[in-house]
């Protein structure tokens, strides 16, 4: 039995004393957008790694792969836009490649009613992509009308 499954008895059999019955516990299944924040998170961090290791590697070793890296970045950016769209692209590269300074200071982003909004993680851009999809469905169902 893994390390998990002893786990979860556990938890029944706690819950069971608590409760003096019998209980099963169900595994809530992920939703699909579950899945994909999960998935985009993991790229987020993944990309967010990538550029450190190119600071490193070009700060304290001076070795410039900016030639052979671009191709990649290429295609990773293309993959964005086809899948986000030219705004929320933006958005993403903002995160990406422009919000840490190197002294690690964060630049803010600006909203339109001139506040700023904090992205301290890929999840907060991951909700501030789907509060900007939810908007853009608004607009054009109101266009539809």
């Known amino acids: 039995m893994g390390n998990n499954e002893e786990h979860v008895n556990g938890i029944k ?8 019955t019998d209980t099963s516990l169900k595994r809530k299944k992920k939703s699909e957008d579950d899945t994909n924040r999960e998935r985009f998170e993991k790229i987020i961090q993944t990309l ?3 550029e450190v290791r190119s ?3 070009g700060g ?8 052979y890296d ?8 293309s993959l964005f836009h086809l899948h986000f769209g030219k705004e929320a692209s933006e958005l993403i590269f903002f995160y990406l490649y422009e919000r840490m300074n190197p002294d690690g200071t964060a630049n803010g982003l600006q909203n339109d009613e001139g506040e700023i909004v904090e992205l301290n993680s890929p999840i907060d851009l991951w909700y501030l992509l789907k509060a900007m999809q939810d908007r853009e469905k608004s607009g054009k169902a109101k266009k539809k009308s």
């Open 13 to 20: 059999k706690s819950i069971d004393n608590i409760l003096g």
């Open 48 to 50: 967010e790694e990538i």
């Open 55 to 57: 600071m490193i590697l």
């Open 60 to 67: 304290d070793l001076n070795l410039d792969f900016t030639s």
């Open 70 to 77: 671009e191709k990649f970045y290429l295609v990773v950016d």
